[in-house]
């Protein structure tokens, strides 16, 4: 018996592949949900873009079809001394191997009225459903963070006509991840959304109210009026339950590069998984949808398959901001290494920007920041894998492109301004190039 703790991207994902190779049975377990659902989707739920339901990939026959057992119910204690998982229904559940991908839960750093009805994260099922509740007939609201779930909240909140005032410690929006031009890009896009107002440069201090939110005060000495607190200040390991369960556990559950933990048959995936020794240029905790998608493929892959260890690929993240697309490949850093070069684009009038970063001696792509485009996935994982040379990057952009409108409206302005910046003499790509690319991505 496979048990897997977290119906989330990475336990679904493991168990979608263990079972294309093994017969073995398969429990998951989550106190979440029954089903597994689609965690990026929960913003469009409360905009009245979705229903719950419209979340669920698969439907409800797929798993009794799959042979894979769901059990709704919250995993208190595992004894691996006698292989057992023990719920807070009072199950006990045997198992030859056990899964943990117990994802993540919304951080909070001890302000004082943090537990305050009306303050929250936004991380799960729950979350949203608190949201909902909390947010009827309100006029006012603040978000703290300025990251991607942050954005995500405010565009929800105004959706609702709700005010926000958008709380960042930083003087630039996401400053420790977006290099400077590309943080400005996406500050004039929220500020022409007029329901939000950005205060950078400011942290909270406490959150005041008796039983609810009345009011927020920043360490600037300023008290802002409010009926909502969403906290967007990152996520953390969900591991509570693992507390006297013998395994190894730092921030997240300690792993190897196969997955493995400190006791024999466990493993852990996903946003609650610490790599011990991480890939170059890669982070020992690796929160992304994407990357808990891969993780459960590769863990099935090692239990039934060939023993090969974790292989991440070229680094990818997608989201958005209000209507801003934005998608980042490879590595581009907030602020540039000695060897690093940067070719920055932008067209505001086309809310376009696009920032190639490359090694300055060679030449190479190491990575991109788009926003406004949607780019090709497999075009640009090759590009840098290979590590081609930003001239040919620039000059067979189009390839990459999803908007067929890319090659008019652009092309020739960004190749353009690229000749006069790096006095090149670069010309659009003849079409052949483009199919011998696109042909040999897939």
């Known amino acids: 018996m496979i048990v897997i703790i977290g119906n989330g991207i990475s336990g679904v994902t493991a168990a979608r592949h263990i079972r294309k190779l093994s017969d073995t049975p398969i429990t998951i377990i989550s106190s979440e949900s029954k089903y597994f659902y689609s965690r990026t ?81 936004l991380y799960s099922k729950q979350d949203l459903e608190s949201m909902e509740l909390s947010t009827k007939n309100i006029s006012n609201a603040v978000v703290v963070g300025g990251g991607l779930i942050g954005v995500e ?79 967007a200040v990152g996520v953390s390991p969900n591991i509570d339950f693992l507390t006297n369960s013998g395994i190894e556990t730092q921030r997240g559950i300690l792993i190897n590069n196969n997955f493995e933990t400190s006791i024999p048959d466990i493993y852990a995936i996903g946003d609650c998984a610490e790599f011990k020794t991480p890939i170059i240029g890669r982070r020992n905790i690796e929160q992304v949808w994407y990357t808990g998608r891969i993780m459960g493929e590769q863990l099935a892959n090692h239990l039934f398959k060939s023993k090969t260890e974790y292989e991440p690929g070229i680094w990818f993240n997608s989201a958005k901001f209000f209507d801003l697309e934005y998608q980042t490949y490879g590595k581009v850093s907030n ?44 075009v640009f994982e090759k590009w840098i894998a290979e590590n081609t040379h930003i001239e040919k990057v620039i000059s067979q952009l189009s390839v990459a492109n999803f908007d067929p409108e890319f090659y008019k409206k652009h092309e020739p302005k960004i190749i353009d301004q690229f000749n006069r910046q790096f006095n090149t003499k670069l010309k659009l790509a003849d079409k052949k190039w483009w199919q011998t690319i696109i042909k040999s991505t897939h």
């Open 153 to 231: 909240m405010a565009e929800m909140l105004a959706s609702r006509k709700i005010k926000v005032k958008f709380l960042v410690r930083e003087t630039h929006f996401w400053g420790g991840i977006l290099p400077k031009e590309d943080s400005e890009f996406v500050m004039s896009h929220l500020n022409k959304h007029p329901e939000i107002e950005m205060m950078y440069n400011t942290e909270l201090d406490e959150i005041i109210g008796d039983n609810i939110v009345e009011a927020i005060k920043t360490k600037n000495g300023e008290t802002i009026p409010c009926e909502f607190v969403g906290l």
């Open 41 to 121: 989707a929960l913003m469009y739920i409360y905009m009245g873009h979705m229903k719950f339901e419209h979340t669920q990939p698969y439907e409800d026959s797929f798993w009794d079809k799959n042979d894979i057992s769901l059990l709704y119910d919250h995993v208190n204690q595992i004894d691996h001394t006698n292989n057992e998982v023990y719920t807070e229904k009072g199950k006990v559940i045997n198992y030859t191997k056990l899964i943990i991908a117990s994802g993540s839960k919304p951080n909070k750093f001890g302000w004082k009225g943090q537990d305050l009805k009306g303050v929250q994260g």
């Open 335 to 378: 602020v540039l290494s000695e060897n690093e070069d940067a070719f920055i684009y932008t067209d505001q009038k086309s809310e376009i920007h696009l920032n190639f970063t490359f090694e300055r001696e060679t030449g190479a792509i190491i990575g991109v920041n788009t926003f406004g485009l949607r780019l090709r996935h497999l």
